[in-house]
């Protein structure tokens, strides 16, 4: 009976996980007609819209524009940089942009329009250094989803991981944090020297190229540790990852502190991941009957 509940409750789980993923994912793809209401009329100096585009109109004033996915149509003033990274941008005539414009496709800029800065294509030449407040927040926006998508698969694709860090957070997080740093400090390491052979130049590139995804899934694996300390168990794994997640996301936001909180629990994250593979797997018990043998027969 309690092998039947537990097999109810995983897969309950497992279909909220699918049913916050395909929620995500329509978001993601919602249609741009949904957003250009939000993002129609620009009231702050740093304008950054995911999907929907943005129009700033006659006699208004803002910094720097970026849009993920949608067009951009300027009529007013935009005193930095205007950046599209799938969208048509529309310089109509009277408005100036102070900085550069960056876009995929070539702007359309009527006669009596002004650009002060250049005109480049996003794909050869992109620096996010330039786009400041504005760019800092488009990252975290994107790594936030990102994460949130990566952990929701992980917990979905492996139900054991959850148990397999509780069980790390409660007698093993020093042994964590050693492993976990001897392989965040390591791995790139071993990288650069296979490098210097001719054998191992592959692999050493090959290593190096997925070391964002290999410390992303650490910090993700970190935040799941995160939230088991804050949410204990039978609570569900899912609730325990978005909170330990939202923790994590709210530090990032702080500067220099944010990237330490990173570090720390990208390195935990790792040590965690590695303990768990040593440990030895549970034993299974399979209940037998034994059926007593048929009484003798007296003749």
Known sequence: MRGTRAGIAGTRGRAWL??????????????????????????????VVLTGGI??????TVGTVVVFNGPVVIEGTVTESVV???????IRSGAEVGGDVSSQQDPEIEDGARVRGSLQNIANRFEWENLGFAGRIAWWI????????????????????DPAIVDVVRTRMGAGFGYGAAAFFLIPIVAVILLVTIVGIPLGIFVLLGLALIYTVGYIVGALALGRLLIKPPTSGLLA???????????????VVGGLVW????????????????RPAAPVFV????VPPPPAVVA
């Open 55 to 60: 129009v700033v109109p006659e006699g208004e």
């Open 263 to 278: 570090i720390v629990t990208a390195i935990f994250g790792l040590g965690a991941l590695v303990v768990a593979a040593r």
């Open 18 to 47: 699918v049913a916050i993923a395909g929620l995500l994912m329509s978001l993601a793809l919602a249609s741009p007609a949904a957003a250009q209401d939000e993002a129609t009329e620009p009231d702050d100096d740093e304008q």
């Open 287 to 290: 209940e037998t009957s034994t």
């Open 84 to 90: 599209v990274f799938n969208g048509r941008v529309f």
């Open 142 to 161: 994107g790594y936030s989803v990102s994460t949130l998508i990566l952990g929701l698969l992980l917990l979905l694709l492996a139900p054991r991981l």
């Open 241 to 255: 990852f978005l909170a330990g997640l939202g923790v994590l996301r709210l530090a990032a936001l702080i500067p």
